[in-house]
Protein backbone atom coordinates (compact mmCIF):
# COMPACT_ATOMS: atom_id res chain seq x y z
CA UNK A 1 0.00 0.00 0.00
CA UNK A 2 0.75 3.47 -0.66
CA UNK A 3 -0.15 6.70 0.65
CA UNK A 4 0.75 10.20 -0.62
CA UNK A 5 0.36 13.51 0.77
CA UNK A 6 -0.01 16.26 -1.80
CA UNK A 7 0.22 20.56 -0.22
CA UNK A 8 -1.79 23.31 -0.81
CA UNK A 9 -0.52 26.02 -2.73
CA UNK A 10 -0.50 29.52 -3.56
CA UNK A 11 0.14 30.25 -7.37
CA UNK A 12 1.12 33.16 -8.81
CA UNK A 13 2.56 34.69 -5.51
CA UNK A 14 1.17 37.82 -6.82
CA UNK A 15 4.41 39.09 -8.96
CA UNK A 16 4.67 35.42 -11.04
CA UNK A 17 1.74 35.11 -12.90
CA UNK A 18 1.58 31.69 -13.76
CA UNK A 19 5.54 31.03 -13.49
CA UNK A 20 5.83 31.09 -9.37
CA UNK A 21 3.95 29.26 -6.93
CA UNK A 22 4.97 28.74 -3.39
CA UNK A 23 3.64 25.33 -1.32
CA UNK A 24 2.65 25.62 2.32
CA UNK A 25 1.48 24.20 5.69
CA UNK A 26 -0.31 25.22 8.33
CA UNK A 27 2.04 25.97 11.60
CA UNK A 28 -0.91 23.91 13.67
CA UNK A 29 0.23 20.95 11.76
CA UNK A 30 -3.60 20.80 10.13
CA UNK A 31 -4.56 19.13 7.03
CA UNK A 32 -4.28 21.30 4.06
CA UNK A 33 -4.02 19.31 0.53
CA UNK A 34 -5.19 16.24 -0.40
CA UNK A 35 -3.84 12.60 0.15
CA UNK A 36 -4.17 9.51 -2.40
CA UNK A 37 -4.12 5.78 -1.37
CA UNK A 38 -3.01 2.87 -3.85
CA UNK A 39 -3.14 -0.82 -2.94
CA UNK A 40 -3.60 -3.93 -4.50
CA UNK A 41 -7.62 -5.13 -5.07
CA UNK A 42 -9.74 -7.67 -6.81
CA UNK A 43 -10.52 -5.92 -9.53
CA UNK A 44 -10.05 -1.72 -10.53
CA UNK A 45 -11.99 0.56 -7.90
CA UNK A 46 -11.55 4.16 -7.23
CA UNK A 47 -13.22 5.77 -4.24
CA UNK A 48 -13.38 9.42 -3.26
CA UNK A 49 -13.89 10.07 0.12
CA UNK A 50 -13.29 13.17 2.83
CA UNK A 51 -14.83 16.81 3.71
CA UNK A 52 -14.49 18.16 -0.21
CA UNK A 53 -15.54 14.93 -1.89
CA UNK A 54 -19.20 16.12 -2.64
CA UNK A 55 -18.19 18.77 -4.18
CA UNK A 56 -16.64 16.78 -6.65
CA UNK A 57 -18.56 15.49 -9.98
CA UNK A 58 -21.25 12.98 -9.60
CA UNK A 59 -19.87 10.98 -12.37
CA UNK A 60 -16.53 9.63 -10.95
CA UNK A 61 -15.20 8.92 -14.72
CA UNK A 62 -14.15 12.60 -15.15
CA UNK A 63 -12.45 12.67 -11.67
CA UNK A 64 -8.72 13.88 -12.65
CA UNK A 65 -7.43 11.15 -10.67
CA UNK A 66 -9.07 8.64 -12.60
CA UNK A 67 -7.36 11.07 -15.96
CA UNK A 68 -4.27 11.04 -14.04
CA UNK A 69 -4.45 7.01 -13.87
CA UNK A 70 -5.15 6.85 -17.71
CA UNK A 71 -2.36 8.90 -18.89
CA UNK A 72 0.08 7.06 -16.52
CA UNK A 73 -0.54 3.74 -17.57
CA UNK A 74 -0.61 5.12 -21.76
CA UNK A 75 2.35 6.84 -21.00
CA UNK A 76 4.53 3.39 -19.06
CA UNK A 77 2.11 1.69 -22.18
CA UNK A 78 0.66 -1.02 -19.24
CA UNK A 79 -3.21 -1.59 -19.06
CA UNK A 80 -4.61 -0.63 -15.92
CA UNK A 81 -4.03 -3.01 -12.89
CA UNK A 82 -6.47 -4.58 -10.22
CA UNK A 83 -6.22 -1.30 -7.82
CA UNK A 84 -7.90 0.67 -5.35
CA UNK A 85 -7.64 4.12 -5.51
CA UNK A 86 -8.97 6.11 -2.44
CA UNK A 87 -8.93 10.06 -2.89
CA UNK A 88 -8.96 11.82 0.82
CA UNK A 89 -10.42 14.97 -0.58
CA UNK A 90 -9.30 17.95 2.05
CA UNK A 91 -9.02 21.07 -0.13
CA UNK A 92 -12.30 23.04 -1.46
CA UNK A 93 -12.95 22.94 -5.34
CA UNK A 94 -12.23 26.61 -6.99
CA UNK A 95 -10.22 27.73 -3.73
CA UNK A 96 -7.15 29.11 -5.25
CA UNK A 97 -5.03 27.14 -3.02
CA UNK A 98 -4.55 24.40 -5.61
CA UNK A 99 -7.56 22.19 -5.16
CA UNK A 100 -6.69 20.19 -8.69
CA UNK A 101 -3.07 20.18 -7.93
CA UNK A 102 -3.11 18.23 -5.28
CA UNK A 103 -5.14 15.18 -5.99
CA UNK A 104 -3.17 15.24 -9.34
CA UNK A 105 0.37 15.41 -7.30
CA UNK A 106 -0.99 13.00 -4.81
CA UNK A 107 -2.27 10.78 -7.22
CA UNK A 108 0.63 10.88 -9.49
CA UNK A 109 3.40 10.45 -7.23
CA UNK A 110 1.54 7.44 -5.56
CA UNK A 111 1.46 5.77 -8.87
CA UNK A 112 4.81 6.24 -9.74
CA UNK A 113 5.86 4.77 -6.43
CA UNK A 114 3.51 2.41 -6.21
CA UNK A 115 4.88 1.09 -9.83
CA UNK A 116 8.54 1.26 -9.09
CA UNK A 117 9.28 4.95 -10.35
CA UNK A 118 9.22 4.39 -14.41
CA UNK A 119 8.99 8.06 -14.81
CA UNK A 120 11.39 10.37 -13.73
CA UNK A 121 10.34 14.33 -12.21
CA UNK A 122 10.64 15.77 -15.09
CA UNK A 123 8.08 13.44 -16.90
CA UNK A 124 6.04 13.84 -14.17
CA UNK A 125 5.97 17.11 -14.13
CA UNK A 126 4.91 17.83 -17.87
CA UNK A 127 2.02 15.04 -17.20
CA UNK A 128 0.59 17.17 -14.15
CA UNK A 129 0.91 20.43 -16.18
CA UNK A 130 -1.50 18.22 -19.31
CA UNK A 131 -4.01 17.27 -16.55
CA UNK A 132 -4.07 21.01 -15.30
CA UNK A 133 -5.32 21.62 -18.91
CA UNK A 134 -8.14 18.91 -18.37
CA UNK A 135 -9.46 20.88 -15.18
CA UNK A 136 -9.07 24.65 -16.26
CA UNK A 137 -8.51 24.41 -20.27
CA UNK A 138 -4.70 25.64 -20.07
CA UNK A 139 -1.43 24.16 -19.04
CA UNK A 140 -0.03 25.48 -16.03
CA UNK A 141 2.93 24.65 -13.52
CA UNK A 142 2.66 27.23 -10.89
CA UNK A 143 0.34 24.69 -8.55
CA UNK A 144 1.51 21.23 -9.38
CA UNK A 145 5.27 21.95 -9.63
CA UNK A 146 5.57 23.92 -5.73
CA UNK A 147 2.72 20.99 -3.98
CA UNK A 148 5.31 18.22 -5.84
CA UNK A 149 8.91 19.61 -5.28
CA UNK A 150 7.84 22.07 -2.44
CA UNK A 151 9.40 25.52 -1.58
CA UNK A 152 9.13 28.12 -4.04
CA UNK A 153 9.50 27.44 -7.52
CA UNK A 154 9.94 28.87 -10.63
CA UNK A 155 9.28 27.56 -13.96
CA UNK A 156 11.59 26.74 -16.51
CA UNK A 157 10.57 24.86 -20.19
CA UNK A 158 12.89 24.51 -22.32
CA UNK A 159 12.92 22.30 -25.30
CA UNK A 160 9.15 20.91 -24.37
CA UNK A 161 11.08 19.91 -20.92
CA UNK A 162 9.82 21.02 -17.97
CA UNK A 163 12.19 21.98 -14.79
CA UNK A 164 11.24 23.80 -11.73
CA UNK A 165 14.31 25.69 -9.51
CA UNK A 166 14.01 26.59 -5.91
CA UNK A 167 13.59 30.03 -5.24
CA UNK A 168 15.35 31.16 -1.90
CA UNK A 169 12.16 31.80 0.86
CA UNK A 170 12.28 34.08 3.62
CA UNK A 171 11.81 31.98 7.21
CA UNK A 172 10.40 34.73 9.09
CA UNK A 173 7.56 35.47 6.48
CA UNK A 174 4.06 33.78 8.04
CA UNK A 175 1.47 33.68 5.11
CA UNK A 176 -2.16 34.16 6.70
CA UNK A 177 -4.53 32.28 3.78
CA UNK A 178 -8.57 33.25 3.98
CA UNK A 179 -10.54 31.35 2.25
CA UNK A 180 -14.21 33.06 1.93
CA UNK A 181 -16.18 29.47 2.13
CA UNK A 182 -16.99 30.25 -2.09
CA UNK A 183 -16.00 28.89 -5.15
CA UNK A 184 -14.05 30.74 -7.89
CA UNK A 185 -13.27 28.42 -11.13
CA UNK A 186 -9.73 29.30 -12.86
CA UNK A 187 -11.93 29.50 -16.26
CA UNK A 188 -14.08 32.23 -15.14
CA UNK A 189 -11.13 34.18 -13.33
CA UNK A 190 -9.13 33.94 -16.04
CA UNK A 191 -12.00 35.03 -18.65
CA UNK A 192 -11.59 39.09 -17.13
CA UNK A 193 -7.98 39.20 -18.28
CA UNK A 194 -7.07 41.45 -21.06
CA UNK A 195 -5.80 40.05 -24.07
CA UNK A 196 -3.37 42.67 -24.50
CA UNK A 197 -1.13 44.95 -21.87
CA UNK A 198 0.29 47.89 -22.75
CA UNK A 199 3.96 48.50 -22.89
CA UNK A 200 4.54 50.18 -19.42
CA UNK A 201 2.56 47.48 -17.65
CA UNK A 202 4.61 44.56 -19.25
CA UNK A 203 7.66 46.84 -18.42
CA UNK A 204 6.57 47.06 -14.64
CA UNK A 205 5.66 43.36 -14.36
CA UNK A 206 9.20 42.36 -15.39
CA UNK A 207 11.11 44.82 -12.94
CA UNK A 208 8.51 43.43 -9.97
CA UNK A 209 9.43 39.36 -11.05
CA UNK A 210 13.26 40.11 -11.91
CA UNK A 211 13.81 42.33 -8.36
CA UNK A 212 12.05 40.25 -6.23
CA UNK A 213 13.91 37.15 -7.28
CA UNK A 214 17.52 38.82 -7.06
CA UNK A 215 15.88 39.96 -3.89
CA UNK A 216 15.20 36.93 -2.92
CA UNK A 217 18.77 34.92 -4.13
CA UNK A 218 20.41 38.25 -1.97
CA UNK A 219 17.90 37.80 0.93
CA UNK A 220 16.85 41.37 1.03
CA UNK A 221 13.51 41.02 2.84
CA UNK A 222 12.40 45.04 1.90
CA UNK A 223 13.32 45.15 -1.60
CA UNK A 224 10.89 42.24 -2.46
CA UNK A 225 8.03 42.70 -0.64
CA UNK A 226 8.42 45.91 -2.38
CA UNK A 227 8.40 44.38 -5.87
CA UNK A 228 6.22 41.82 -4.80
CA UNK A 229 3.53 43.39 -6.32
CA UNK A 230 0.87 41.68 -9.06
CA UNK A 231 -0.25 44.07 -11.69
CA UNK A 232 -1.21 41.55 -14.67
CA UNK A 233 -4.39 39.96 -12.59
CA UNK A 234 -4.69 41.66 -9.63
CA UNK A 235 -6.70 44.96 -10.80
CA UNK A 236 -9.03 43.17 -12.76
CA UNK A 237 -9.97 40.11 -10.27
CA UNK A 238 -9.99 42.11 -7.25
CA UNK A 239 -13.32 42.88 -8.40
CA UNK A 240 -14.41 39.08 -8.29
CA UNK A 241 -13.58 39.33 -4.06
CA UNK A 242 -15.08 40.60 -1.46
CA UNK A 243 -14.08 44.33 -0.33
CA UNK A 244 -10.59 43.61 -1.55
CA UNK A 245 -9.51 47.15 -1.48
CA UNK A 246 -10.95 47.65 1.70
CA UNK A 247 -9.42 44.46 3.39
CA UNK A 248 -5.95 45.28 1.95
CA UNK A 249 -5.76 48.70 3.34
CA UNK A 250 -6.80 47.01 6.91
CA UNK A 251 -4.59 44.58 6.36
CA UNK A 252 -1.71 47.19 6.28
CA UNK A 253 -2.43 49.12 9.45
CA UNK A 254 -2.32 45.60 11.34
CA UNK A 255 0.61 45.20 9.89
CA UNK A 256 0.69 42.89 7.09
CA UNK A 257 3.82 43.67 5.08
CA UNK A 258 1.92 42.34 1.52
CA UNK A 259 -1.98 41.19 0.51
CA UNK A 260 -2.62 39.20 -2.71
CA UNK A 261 -4.71 36.71 -4.36
CA UNK A 262 -3.88 33.35 -3.98
CA UNK A 263 -3.96 31.74 -7.32
CA UNK A 264 -7.30 32.73 -8.92
CA UNK A 265 -8.88 33.38 -6.07
CA UNK A 266 -11.21 34.01 -3.61
CA UNK A 267 -8.58 32.54 -1.25
CA UNK A 268 -6.20 35.51 -0.48
CA UNK A 269 -2.77 36.03 1.57
CA UNK A 270 -1.41 38.23 3.96
CA UNK A 271 2.43 37.75 4.72
CA UNK A 272 4.03 38.97 7.89
CA UNK A 273 7.02 38.81 10.23
CA UNK A 274 4.81 38.39 13.76
CA UNK A 275 3.17 35.56 14.78
CA UNK A 276 1.13 38.89 16.93
CA UNK A 277 0.20 40.14 14.07
CA UNK A 278 -0.68 37.10 12.02
CA UNK A 279 -2.98 36.37 15.14
CA UNK A 280 -4.44 39.87 14.74
CA UNK A 281 -4.62 39.58 10.87
CA UNK A 282 -6.19 35.96 11.30
CA UNK A 283 -8.94 37.43 13.46
CA UNK A 284 -9.53 40.58 11.37
CA UNK A 285 -10.05 38.14 8.08
CA UNK A 286 -12.44 35.62 10.60
CA UNK A 287 -14.65 38.47 10.78
CA UNK A 288 -14.84 40.50 7.64
CA UNK A 289 -13.72 38.34 4.99
CA UNK A 290 -15.02 34.46 5.68
CA UNK A 291 -18.40 33.25 5.17
CA UNK A 292 -19.95 30.01 5.84
CA UNK A 293 -17.29 26.90 5.57
CA UNK A 294 -14.31 29.69 4.97
CA UNK A 295 -11.11 29.51 7.26
CA UNK A 296 -8.24 31.20 7.92
CA UNK A 297 -4.63 29.76 8.41
CA UNK A 298 -1.31 30.85 9.41
CA UNK A 299 1.16 28.76 7.02
CA UNK A 300 4.93 28.93 6.45
CA UNK A 301 6.73 27.47 3.14
CA UNK A 302 6.41 23.85 3.09
CA UNK A 303 10.11 22.74 1.96
CA UNK A 304 9.13 19.00 1.56
CA UNK A 305 6.31 19.40 -1.04
CA UNK A 306 4.55 16.10 -1.91
CA UNK A 307 5.12 12.92 0.83
CA UNK A 308 4.64 9.55 1.33
CA UNK A 309 2.79 8.84 4.44
CA UNK A 310 4.68 5.71 6.57
CA UNK A 311 3.31 4.34 9.72
CA UNK A 312 1.74 8.15 10.39
CA UNK A 313 5.11 9.95 9.58
CA UNK A 314 6.06 12.07 6.46
CA UNK A 315 8.92 11.14 4.47
CA UNK A 316 9.98 13.52 1.32
CA UNK A 317 9.46 11.70 -2.09
Not at 53 to 62: A, D, G, I, V, Y
Not at 167 to 190: C, D, E, M, Y
Request: glycine fraction near 6%; aromatic fraction near 10%; proline fraction near 3%.
Amino acid sequence: MIKIYAPASIGNIGVGFDILGASIIPIDNSILGDYVTIKNYKKFKFVCIGKFSTELNKNLKKNVVLQACKNFFKKIKKKIPKIKIILEKNMPIGSGLGSSSSSIVASLSALNIFFKNPLNKEEMLKMMGNLEKYVSKEIHYDNVAPSYLGGIRIIIKKNRIIKCQKIPHFKNWLWVIAWPGTNLSTQVSRSVLPNYYARKICIKHSLNIATFIHASHTNQEKLAIKYMKDVIAEPYRKKLLYKFDEIKKKIKKIGGINLGISGSGPTIFSICTKIKIAYKIKKYLKKNFIKKNGFVKICKINSKGAQQIEKNNYETI
